[in-house]
């Protein structure tokens, strides 16, 4: 007598005959299994319960398609064949989330989003997305760093900041902190030990008020620093080589999900589109939407000025109507941050570039950092901030800076793009935004 095989685990679909049920079976061991029932007298049983089945291994009947080449029969007449029910789900379990669930349903019952099969593919691809960013820097010799949640300085601007209580030497006297907006400043502080280039993927935190499909309260963050970047040609290059890196990866980690998510051509026609990326400067894109009517002001056709900054609405239709990737380069030096060097030609502009995508918007803000110590100061200066509170970062310049520019990559902006989902939120397991905190 052939010994019977135990399979654990949850029962994906149910499907009765006259004298038969069939089951699939998603065993613990991560595959799916036929399970036929013979016994007529089945426990009362529902989709998601988890069960423990013990059952004759039979060869699959022709026709039949399942990931083994057997299945499982179960019979009251074969001794020692048993079918239990370890945990009953609710017979409305699959209904709470349906697969065309509106984005409001979506929220609401994010604990059953879990269980859908096309949701299940796509945090499949997140976590292949983290490999790939992984994988990339790790070819170029770069030290993941794990870089603090909890910050004593802003970075990235104070209308964004996440403000706490951290716990001081004294347990009356807390200390004001924050949490952290960006990871750079820990990166470039590793950066002149461990040489070349040092990366991390991190949550950051922003306090945005917007509720917009690419915004989050809480993101995954994917940011570097390179050393010895002597240009901004050079840290545009940096750029390509790293989305195509990354892109690369990620197609060879995520083929099978890509396939079965019939995303696996437009990530590969995005590979392509990175490499064809385009470079324009800041001005170039004003000018550009001055001649493609895309205004500041839609209803007054008021176009934009040379120094104004272009938002979301309309730097996704420029780049939409531009239909390539766009290296964005050379802003007006009052709507970025401090840290970003001047542009030795214009000094009125930074050596920043944004990697603006179609139908996303921009997915990387970057830049060359500042190296002059005079001027870091007065620019802290200048941004109401005190120069005491950067001690660390201003000493980086003393102490044989090593001429660096680095990137911040915004995660689910990039899986949005990849996969072309609407908003963020699908992008996420657990988005954190205005009013939304569950579960
Ligand atoms: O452009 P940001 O603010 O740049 C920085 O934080 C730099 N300190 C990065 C660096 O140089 N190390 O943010 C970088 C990227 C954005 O391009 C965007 O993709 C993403 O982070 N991002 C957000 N994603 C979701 N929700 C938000 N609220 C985001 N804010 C920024
Ligand atoms: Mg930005």
Same mark, same amino acid.
């Given at each position: 007598?052939?010994?019977?095989?135990?399979?654990?685990?949850?029962?994906?679909?149910?499907?009765?005959?006259?004298?038969?049920?069939?089951?699939?079976?998603?065993?613990?061991?991560?595959?799916?299994?036929?399970?036929?029932?013979?016994?007529? !007298?089945?426990?009362?049983?529902?989709?998601? $319960? +988890?069960?423990? @089945?013990?059952?004759?291994?039979?060869?699959?009947?022709?026709?039949?398609?399942?990931?083994?080449?057997?299945?499982?029969?179960?019979?009251?007449?074969?001794?020692? $064949?048993?079918?239990?029910?370890? $945990?009953?789900?609710?017979?409305?379990?699959?209904?709470? #989330?349906?697969?065309?669930?509106?984005?409001?349903?979506?929220?609401?019952?994010?604990?059953?989003?879990?269980?859908?099969?096309?949701?299940?593919?796509?945090?499949?691809?997140?976590?292949?997305?983290?490999?790939?960013?992984?994988?990339?820097?790790?070819?170029?010799?770069?030290?993941?760093?794990?870089?603090?949640?909890?910050?004593?300085?802003?970075?990235?601007?104070?209308?964004?900041?996440?403000?706490?209580?951290?716990?001081?030497?004294?347990?009356?006297?807390?200390?004001?902190?924050?949490?952290?907006?960006?990871?750079?400043?820990?990166?470039?502080?590793?950066?002149?030990?461990?040489?070349?280039? #040092?990366?991390?993927?991190?949550?950051?935190?922003?306090?945005?008020?917007?509720?917009?499909?690419?915004?989050?309260?809480?993101?995954?963050?994917?940011?570097?620093?390179?050393?010895?970047?002597?240009?901004?040609?050079?840290?545009?290059?940096?750029?390509?080589?790293?989305?195509?890196? @990354?892109? $690369?990866?990620?197609?060879?980690?995520?083929?099978?999900?890509?396939?079965?998510?019939?995303?696996?051509?437009?990530?590969? /026609?995005?590979?392509?589109?990175?490499?064809?990326?385009?470079?324009?400067?800041?001005?170039?894109?004003?000018?550009? #939407?001055?001649?493609?009517?895309?205004? /500041?002001?839609?209803?007054?056709?008021?176009?934009?000025?040379?120094?104004?900054?272009?938002?979301?609405?309309?730097?996704?239709?420029?780049?939409?109507?531009?239909?390539?990737?766009?290296?964005?380069?050379?802003?007006?030096?009052?709507?970025?941050?401090?840290?970003?060097?001047?542009?030795?030609?214009?000094?009125?502009?930074?050596?920043?570039?944004?990697?603006?995508?179609?139908?996303?918007?921009?997915?990387?803000?970057?830049?060359?950092? !500042?190296?002059?110590?005079?001027?870091?100061?007065?620019?802290?200066?200048?941004?109401?901030?005190?120069?005491?509170?950067?001690?660390?970062?201003?000493?980086?310049?003393?102490?044989?800076?090593?001429?660096?520019?680095?990137?911040?990559?915004?995660?689910?902006?990039?899986?949005?793009? +990849?996969?072309?989902?609407?908003?963020?939120?699908?992008?996420?397991?657990?988005?954190?935004?205005?009013?939304?905190?569950?579960?």
């Amino acid at each position: 007598v052939a010994p019977l095989t135990t399979v654990i685990g949850a029962v994906m679909t149910i499907r009765s005959g006259k004298k038969k049920t069939f089951l699939d079976v998603r065993s613990r061991d991560g595959f799916s299994v036929q399970v036929v029932c013979l016994t007529p !007298e089945l426990p009362r049983l529902t989709v998601q $319960s +988890y069960v423990r @089945i013990v059952g004759k291994q039979c060869a699959l009947p022709a026709g039949v398609y399942s990931q083994q080449t057997y299945e499982i029969q179960v019979s009251s007449e074969v001794e020692g $064949s048993s079918f239990s029910v370890l $945990s009953l789900a609710d017979e409305d379990t699959t209904q709470h #989330c349906p697969p065309d669930a509106s984005p409001a349903v979506r929220l609401d019952q994010r604990l059953f989003l879990f269980r859908d099969p096309r949701f299940i593919l796509t945090m499949r691809m997140i976590d292949h997305l983290s490999k790939a960013f992984r994988c990339h820097f790790r070819a170029i010799g770069s030290v993941e760093v794990t870089p603090p949640s909890f910050t004593g300085v802003e970075c990235e601007g104070g209308a964004t900041l996440f403000k706490l209580d951290h716990p001081g030497r004294s347990t009356t006297e807390p200390v004001p902190a924050f949490l952290t907006q960006s990871s750079q400043f820990a990166l470039e502080y590793v950066l002149p030990g461990v040489g070349k280039c #040092c990366h991390c993927l991190a949550p950051s935190f922003r306090a945005e008020h917007s509720l917009t499909r690419r915004h989050l309260t809480e993101f995954m963050h994917g940011e570097c620093e390179w050393e010895g970047v002597m240009s901004m040609d050079e840290h545009v290059q940096h750029l390509r080589e790293m989305l195509v890196g @990354i892109t $690369s990866f990620f197609l060879r980690l995520a083929e099978k999900e890509l396939v079965e998510y019939g995303a696996f051509e437009r990530v590969r /026609k995005i590979l392509v589109d990175i490499q064809g990326g385009v470079t324009l400067t800041h001005r170039e894109m004003i000018e550009y #939407c001055r001649t493609h009517d895309i205004y /500041k002001d839609e209803e007054k056709k008021e176009h934009f000025g040379d120094r104004d900054d272009v938002p979301e609405k309309q730097e996704r239709a420029f780049v939409d109507s531009v239909g390539k990737v766009v290296f964005l380069t050379h802003f007006p030096r009052e709507f970025k941050s401090f840290y970003m060097a001047l542009d030795p030609v214009d000094p009125s502009y930074v050596l920043g570039c944004d990697v603006l995508v179609p139908t996303v918007g921009e997915v990387v803000g970057s830049g060359v950092r !500042e190296q002059d110590f005079e001027r870091l100061t007065q620019r802290l200066v200048e941004a109401g901030l005190k120069p005491d509170d950067y001690r660390e970062y201003l000493a980086l310049r003393r102490s044989g800076f090593r001429m660096t520019s680095g990137m911040g990559l915004g995660m689910g902006r990039l899986l949005c793009w +990849y996969l072309e989902i609407f908003s963020i939120r699908d992008a996420t397991a657990f988005p954190r935004f205005p009013g939304y905190l569950r579960p």
